[in-house]
């Protein structure tokens, strides 16, 4: 399992670079500005108010559509104060700091009339008793290509600010699940989860399907067919959610949505730095630490600059398994490195080349055996799990009075392998009775070219035109054998898939009248694959080789119709799918295409979702809502699993639809108190089953549940000069759901209440945060897969990790 030599270089690098991260803070300790490095075109105010947000790592809010005019192109280093007083001026609009985050814009008041007579003076409003400062500002986002706030979006989306990832101590993504409406992780372990959007999922089991998911890193993205590769969510800009399918844009594997994580990007001016240690406490199991770096170097002041990211993190275990003598069996490590070098090759055009670099590995599986009772198993082989991740890439970012393009060429490389315990299998492949175990392990490497150009946003017409291009290939590696394994596997299978795809996208959006605009998209794409197997057994093997081509369209529509200035609703129609493939594994004598046994060829599938929403901001954007109703249709299901021998396959099980509500809203109490909420009301469910595979009509779709909330709350004070008092709050209740698509009560899950809560100090320089999870120290069934093997044996629980607590001090310089 896994390289030591690889393995040993990523321990060195990280930590190598987190002490030279120290240094050179201390080096250049205190050197810092306000101003902001800027890149806008002449556009209408509103667009550049945008792009100003964007590019000063702002919130924005107010009345930016009541802004007339066209704001001047800005180029260079400048406060962020003359920046807005010569986008908004002759506009008619001003604004207003409520804090170094957040901009608010409002209509400027007309002036008052003339009087020959002195008139008493009266200080304006102090902005903590102002109503206009308690306006709550929006993240922009880029999911859509180009930038917009998400409140005035028509589509579901949702977007985290990196402030509330590094206020509320979030590491991984399934820390954000409770954040999000119809957001789920499944907890098979770090690097081994899935994520699945608004009710929609293909099973609990990662194969051969492409992700429901897209998930994106900048400008790229880095899943095919993998699992989440939990790739810790350090010096991170904001999270981005677009729920439904979003096949015109991101094409195939986008059927549940997408989601992208804008890192910060390298200033060109000033130097910064971070550093942060934490500790932790599980109970049930031991200690935990946290490492993590950020250094921001201008190389060439004003054109060239390197932005590093360094992070070694570790989780104790709070399993236990006696059988082998051993406890807190599941404890993992993950060490990461990233960075980014960006260049300034003119007033217009941005080029900047990434590398990425992640390892995880966990040291066995986290779930128990019900018959044992809590946090016990007993299998004979333990489950270690490796998950390694490397991305490079290149961007190239342009913007002028002529539009917007961006140009991307990426090359990823993810590669993961599991054990799993077979020793209740030993029998169906001629084996001793004993210690037997299946080693997995994948790889995916992939070539990843993508261009797309946006014209200006002032038209009356505007259009978005895009290319993709990827190829490369899956490699599958499959063996199992009495453990610890000597001479030839009992069975095992080398897999190889070569893939090529290409595509043209785009969409075009006319506004109809000053408050009614309509939007056509569609996708063009020829899938091509070739699939090489090899299954080895005592007896023989079993050679497959094919190859097939793909094409289609992928087609949205859309109508958006801002009622007033503060309220926005719409209604769109959008088509997802994912091609087929080839099934493979199994013993020799393994059937294809008979009643109950695998195709030899699976089919692809195609969801349409037909969604009505509104987006709505309250008094003065104090409050701030969303509110969509979906309908999904979803055709020829994908679902990957195991036969009763322990190895996989690919099925399509049948016709599914969900249908549901899902609402989000913020809300500014006062000065002092946030409030947020999210809540997902959907019924899925196999509605037609193929007959062929055995699922159970209207038994809902694995591992998601009809009905998920939460709420939170952040009150903060300044307690002294330049220091605050946070303290914050998280509930998040998941109902029933089953891990297979026959609602056997024996894989029932869910019907869990989690809880988080933290307090912080900060000030200027530091910030010291105290944060505990699962306080109540609930013991429930997170999810209920365990291995192939125990699927139909036996009754798995994977509790939720117990009460934790965390402290974490961290550093700016």
Request: glycine share 10%.
């Amino acid at each position: 399992m896994g390289s030591g030599r690889k393995n040993e270089s990523r321990r060195v690098w990280p930590a190598a670079t987190v002490a030279a991260s120290l240094v050179a803070s201390v080096a250049h300790a205190g050197a810092s500005t306000p101003s902001v490095r800027l890149r806008i075109a002449a556009k209408p105010v509103r667009a550049a108010l945008i792009d100003f947000a964007l590019q000063a790592d702002l919130s924005l809010g107010g009345d930016l559509d009541l802004c007339v005019g066209e704001a001047p192109a800005l180029a260079g280093r400048m406060p962020i104060d003359t920046a807005l007083k010569k986008l908004l001026a002759h506009s008619g609009c001003g604004y207003v700091q409520p804090d170094i985050r957040t901009i608010v814009v409002r209509k400027a008041e007309p002036p008052p009339p003339r009087v020959s007579h002195p008139t008493p003076r009266v200080a304006p409003p102090s902005p903590s008793d102002s109503p206009t400062s308690l306006a709550i500002g929006e993240i922009v986002i880029t999911a859509q290509r180009y930038p917009n706030l998400p409140g005035r979006t028509p589509y579901g989306i949702s977007v985290v600010s990196g402030e509330t990832i590094d206020r509320e101590g979030v590491a991984s993504m399934s820390d954000l699940s409770g954040q999000v409406a119809g957001m789920t992780v499944t907890n098979l372990g770090p690097g081994r989860d899935k994520i699945l959007l608004r009710g929609l999922s293909d099973g609990a089991f990662t194969g051969q399907t492409q992700s429901m998911v897209a998930l994106y890193l900048d400008d790229v993205p880095i899943t095919y067919n993998a699992p989440d590769p939990n790739l810790r969510l350090a010096d991170i800009d904001r999270v981005e959610v677009m729920r439904g399918p979003q096949g015109t844009l991101y094409g195939g594997g986008s059927l549940g949505g997408v989601l992208r994580i804008a890192t910060r990007q390298p200033d060109l001016d000033g130097f910064d730095a971070m550093a942060m240690v934490g500790l932790s406490q599980t109970a049930h199991g031991g200690i935990g630490t946290e490492l993590e770096s950020m250094v921001n170097l201008p190389l060439l002041p004003g054109r060239l600059a390197l932005r590093t990211v360094a992070y070694r993190d570790s989780q104790d275990g709070y399993i236990n398994n006696p059988a082998l003598g051993l406890s807190h069996i599941n404890g993992s490590q993950r060490e990461g490195f990233r960075a980014a070098l960006s260049a300034a090759l003119s007033s217009e055009w941005v080029a900047t080349f990434n590398v990425t670099d992640q390892s995880i590995h966990n040291d066995d599986t986290q779930y128990a055996i019900r018959r044992l009772g809590r946090r016990v198993r007993d299998n004979l082989v333990r489950e270690p799990h490796d998950n390694d991740f490397d991305r490079e890439s290149l961007t190239l970012n342009g913007e002028g009075d002529w539009g917007r393009l961006t140009a991307s060429i990426a090359k990823l490389a993810h590669h993961f392998d599991s054990r799993y315990d077979a020793s209740t299998a030993t029998a169906l492949y001629g084996l001793p009775s004993g210690p037997a175990a299946l080693d997995e392990a994948k790889s995916i490497d992939l070539t990843i070219a993508e261009a797309t150009y946006t014209t200006p946003q002032d038209r009356r017409w505007r259009a978005l035109l895009g290319v993709f291009a990827s190829t490369g290939s899956t490699k599958l590696r499959t063996a199992l054998g009495s453990y610890p394994l000597v001479g030839d596997p009992a069975y095992a299978e080398a897999r190889k898939d070569k893939i090529n795809e290409t595509a043209v996208y785009g969409e075009l959006t006319f506004d109809i009248t000053s408050r009614l605009a309509a939007t056509a998209g569609l996708r063009w794409f020829d899938y091509r694959f070739d699939t090489l197997s090899v299954v080895t057994q005592a007896a023989g093997q079993r050679l497959f080789d094919g190859s097939d081509d793909a094409e289609g369209v992928s087609p949205k529509v859309l109508l958006s119709y801002r009622a007033r200035p503060n309220v926005l609703v719409y209604a769109q129609a959008a088509e997802g799918y994912r091609p087929g493939g080839y099934n493979t594994a199994g013993r020799l004598g393994q059937i294809f295409d008979q009643p109950r046994t695998p195709h030899r060829r699976y089919e692809p599938d195609e969801l349409w979702n037909y969604e009505i929403g509104a987006k709505a901001r309250w008094w003065g954007d104090r409050l701030q809502t969303r509110l969509a109703l979906f309908y999904a249709t979803w055709n020829a299901v994908q679902s990957d699993q195991y036969l009763s021998d322990g190895t996989a396959y690919t099925a399509n099980i049948g016709n599914g639809e969900n249908r549901g509500v899902e609402a989000e809203g913020a809300w500014r109490v006062n000065s002092h108190l946030d409030l947020r909420a999210a809540t997902i009301l959907n019924d899925p469910e196999i509605n037609r089953p193929n007959a062929t595979f055995g699922s159970r009509r209207k038994a809902g779709l694995p591992g998601v549940s009809r009905v998920a909330a939460s709420t939170g709350f952040d009150y903060h004070r300044d307690v002294a000069q330049d220091r605050v008092l946070r303290v914050q709050g998280q509930f998040s209740y998941v109902g029933n759901s089953y891990i297979t698509f026959d609602a056997n009560k024996m894989h029932k899950m869910g019907k869990f209440l989690a809880v988080r809560a933290g307090a912080a100090w900060e000030t200027p320089s530091w910030t010291l945060t105290a944060t505990i999870d699962n306080p109540l120290g609930g013991y429930a069934n997170s999810f209920s897969f365990g291995n192939p093997f125990l699927i139909l044996r036996d009754r798995v629980v994977t509790p939720p990790r117990p009460r934790t607590i965390a402290v974490r001090l961290s550093s700016r310089f």
